[in-house]
């Protein structure tokens, strides 16, 4: 949702982009993803004409998906400090 | 883009893909075509997308399996399991679409099996003999024993979809199941007793009646 929270993108796109962060993700499992977050109203899909090629279903985020964003990060800060504490706590002096 | 824009434009992609590719992706499209009670614009659309994805990562030479994993099933039931159903009003026109064509064929059929006995084998009359309760209830009985050889067919398929089947040995299911079913219905036909009003109707009434219902459907069907 970051991704699409930048630009709209294609599913592809979407994959190589993730891929490129270094999430190792198999390019199908995005689909059933952005379906369910389509369900949830967080993201939107629309046929535009692609550059290069036929037309693709492009997804960009909606009110409520840039929200969810916005409290997921929220909630990701509250727990990635201790998290790491936890993990890595021998290695702190 | 409407659903039937998307399958016009899926059927000519679909022939820019591999041998393999093909084999594969065209299993999981019947396969989650044949879930019936989902939404088509988005199921079109996913179908679209899965395609699309294809055959870009077909360009750069991977394999579908490599994408999709190698469990095409249980990757199409994840699709499914997050596809929007079909909104109720949509289903009820389409029970009631379905009905008006069964009872279109129905009387047509009844209509034509009279004419041609009655003309081509002199058996007969041009007027028959209709009994109101027994045909109130064959419709009921065959209503729900359609529906339930309907389901039937669609599991099957559904089953069939990602395994190698022996042709002959298809063959022989669908002979059987297509002997039997014809079986169940007349069985109902004559088992049924003659009861309740009894009307004597020519047998064009049936091929009229026919036609007026199937028109109907046509009209129900334009507004699903």
């Given at each position: 949702m970051a991704i699409i929270n930048q630009e709209t993108v294609y599913g592809y796109e979407l994959s190589l982009k993730l891929q490129n962060y270094g999430l190792k993700v198999s390019e199908g499992s995005i689909y059933p993803v952005l379906l369910r977050l389509q369900k949830e109203g967080l993201i939107k899909g629309e046929f535009k004409n692609s550059p290069n090629g036929p037309d693709r279903k492009y997804y960009f985020i909606t009110k409520q998906g840039i929200n969810a964003l916005e409290?997921?990060?929220?909630?990701?800060e509250k727990i990635k400090v201790p998290v790491d504490l936890l993990l890595y706590k021998e290695q702190i002096p | 883009m409407n659903s039937k824009e998307l399958i016009e434009i899926n059927n000519k992609k679909r022939k820019k893909l591999t041998a393999e590719n093909l084999a594969y992706y065209e299993n999981m499209l019947v396969y989650i075509r044949l879930s019936h009670d989902k939404a088509e614009q988005e199921t079109e659309e996913i179908l679209s997308e899965l395609l699309d994805h294809l055959l870009d990562a077909q360009a750069e030479g991977k394999t579908a399996a490599e994408i999709f994993g190698d469990k095409?099933?249980?990757?199409?039931?994840e699709i499914i399991g997050e596809l929007p159903g079909i909104v109720t009003k949509k289903?009820?026109?389409?029970?009631?679409?379905?009905?008006?064509y069964f009872m279109a064929v129905f009387s047509f059929l009844h209509g034509l099996l009279n004419a041609i006995f009655y003309y081509a084998f002199g058996l007969g009359s041009v007027y028959r003999e209709i009994y109101m309760g027994s045909a109130a209830l064959k419709?009921?009985?065959?209503?729900?024993?359609?529906?339930?050889?309907y389901y039937l067919v669609i599991q099957y398929l559904r089953w069939s979809c990602f395994q190698q089947i022996n042709k002959i040995a298809e063959f022989l299911i669908f002979w059987v199941f297509g002997i039997l079913s014809v079986g169940l219905f007349l069985a109902v036909l004559y088992f049924v007793p003659d009861f309740g009003l009894k009307f004597e109707l020519p047998f064009y009434f049936f091929l009229l009646m026919g036609c007026i219902l199937f028109l109907t459907a046509q009209k129900v069907k334009n507004m699903v």
């Open positions: 409290e997921f990060r929220n909630n990701w | 095409p099933r249980q990757y199409a039931d289903r009820i026109l389409m029970f009631i679409m379905g009905i008006l419709f009921f009985i065959s209503l729900p024993l359609l529906l339930g050889l």
